[in-house]
């Protein structure tokens, strides 16, 4: 006799006899996480939400919102009633076009290398150490052999920096081979077959090659394809060593579409990637939401597990050597635009009003306010200007690479251009001498930032000017002893995105070793602040140390992840339900018995925020309720007399719970918003029995 398959889940094709066993399986977060996906999916498939409205009958004629609509064919989707359908029969029925994520595998570790642009101990040292540590482990193996694959931002600069970086790193041990997979004449490999055969030709495991760098664009993407392809399982050539491989993704929000298909394929290599290790400053939504379609909510953080330095050092230590953004001066031009090079020129035309360090205005000896140039060219010493441009190196009339060299060389600045088509310097005769010229004459073979102290050496009175925008925004490093900026000018145009922003004006940061002098940074009073706040948000996330990362952990905004909070006693939820009466100070009275409930174990609480968590529970102090959140603002109670049960939330809550997603709500710091269930709550397939609550607050 067949079995009947009474309930299927079209989201994740889950088929099973009991309500209750579909009742489950909707909890699961790889449900939430298809879930999530699919919600994001309508979002922009018009064709494909309204294929689900007509299919499942859903009525969009009322006042629903777009986001109630996607919610509704979700939860259908979720729970089919296949009316005693036999497995062979449910099979036979077309099925509705599903988005089906992969669920993460515990074999590859997944890891985030998080820290403030150009840090003391910067994420290429972190990065680096960890390969070191990963060699001699893998050079004691009789039976292994590792090769850790360097996944670069697109950009031969960075390529070539990343070479430069791994080599003096790894130059005191033998048999270490780092080698360059690009198009440039001068790297070692120009298509994966070479370096395979190279693989191929090892006689001995020392032959095996070691450090492959390459740049991230969908030819690498397809290449590291064919070479896990290659040696995903047993060949007649490797008999005696075992191929094993780390990846790592530097500046991965760089390059998201890139960074999701590798992810997309490599589920099929698991077995032979070990680690895989995302590096960036700036890994804010974008990069999250992709990691998110990918079924990954999480990262872990390497610092937690591992001593903090190899020199013993603490991270205080380190950021106190660490030239910041609010160590420099800031000249706040609040002038509109997003054309860079009109913000340039009103910027050389204007001046500011100089305050005290007590930002206290200074008055000239007739009592007026004393002003000065953004940038006085009559005033002694050089002007060394990092100037962003737009994104289009020639178009005319947007504030372009050219338009922006153009503008300098007519005010007699040398100018240092780089970009996809041309990098060097440009003199103001119009004189152009490429980096590998001004390189290969001045026998430099270093990075850029040799090159840049080279130039100053060499022309101590000229003015100088670095533009361009993709190949300067991140990953470079300018700022060394010899060569600092004495003024940046960053505009509107610079902070339509916030990872480009932060990796812009972290050019200006670094060591205090090698940035011996303030700069002025010119920019909106937004820039400024915005910038403070994430900078501030880093800062107290490295120190929190936390197991993992998530995508709350590095977003600009407020809200936090729902807190899940259970009624362990059943009579203390009746209590707590019986105080919620609607007359004056019962808010109060409930956030007395929820603190009571706390301390003595009749409630619980979940809480997936690191930084900016509910209670301060942090390691080795004790719990309190309400050290930060000290009244409640707002109580919702659902129970069976609701007449408006598509107005609750605790399907988005616990969604965001499970996908370490931030939720809005009205609070004011300092207060929290609770959702509680009198009866069992039921609607459109999602229960959410009453032993759950949930917590929502805003942070400063």
Known sequence: MAIQLKYHCKVCDYRCRQKSHIDSHKLTAGHLEKCAAMNADLKTNRVLFNKYITELNINDEDDKTMGMLRQEIIDKLSA?????????????????????????????????????TQFTRGKTEQTLNKIVQRYLLNSISANAHIIQIIVTNKSLLET?????????????????????????VKSDYHNINGFISEIMKAKTKNELPNILIVC??????????????????????????????????DEPDANIGLCSKFLKKYKNYMHLIEALDFVTASPFKGFWDMLRENGIVQLTNPHNKEQESIDGKTYDEYLENYYQIKDHTHLICDHSTNNPLEYI???????????????EPLFDIDGKQLEKPYIDMDESGRKIIFSPAHVYTEKEGVGSHEEVVQFYIEKKFTVFLSNGKYK????????????????????????LKDTMRKWAELNPDKNIATTGY??????????????????????????????????????????????????NIICPQHIIDTVTTLVNKTVELRKENPENYNATDFSDKCSSIPVKLTFVNEEFRLRCIAAITGRRNYKQHLHALLKEGYLTGKI?????????????????EPALFD?????????????????????????????????????????????YSIDLAKDRYEHNGFIHDVNIAWITFNHD
């Not at 020129?345 to 930002?359: G, I, Q, T």
């Not at 619980?604 to 390691?619: I, S």
């Open 80 to 116: 089919v009633y296949g009316n005693g359908q036999s497995a062979e029969e449910q099979e036979a029925v077309t099925e509705v076009p599903r988005i089906v994520i992969t669920e993460r595998t515990s074999e590859t570790q997944l890891s985030l290398i998080h820290e403030l």
């Open 216 to 249: 991230s664009h969908r030819k690498r993407i397809d290449d590291l394809g064919d070479l896990f392809l290659m040696f995903s399982g047993n060949t007649m050539m490797i008999q005696n060593v075992k191929l094993k491989f780390n990846l790592t993704f």
């Open 604 to 620: 619980t609480l979940d809480d997936h925020n690191n930084v900016y968590r509910f209670t301060k529970d942090k390691k080795n």
């Open 470 to 519: 993709f190949t300067i925004e991140r990953g470079i490093t300018f700022q060394t002893d010899g060569f600092n900026f004495t003024h940046a000018i960053i505009s509107d145009y610079h902070k339509q995105s916030l990872n480009k922003l932060i990796q812009l004006i972290g050019r200006l940061t670094g060591n205090k070793q090698y940035i011996t002098q303030k700069c």
């Open 424 to 447: 060097g310097f440009i003199q103001p005769d119009g004189v152009r001498v490429s980096l590998d010229e001004f390189n290969l004459q001045h026998n430099i073979t270093g990075e």
């Open 160 to 184: 070539k920096q990343w070479k430069v970086r791994t080599g003096v790193k790894m130059e005191e041990f033998e048999h270490i081979r780092v080698d360059i997979l690009s198009s440039d």
């Open 345 to 359: 020129e009103h910027v050389f035309a204007s001046k500011y009003l100089v305050v005290n360090d007590r930002r």
């Open 627 to 671: 050290d930060i959140h000290k009244s409640i603002s707002n109580v919702k109670m659902y129970s069976l007399t609701d007449t408006s049960p598509q107005s609750r939330r605790f399907a988005q809550f616990n969604n965001a719970f499970n996908l370490y997603k931030p939720t809005s709500q009205t609070g004011e710091v300092g207060e």
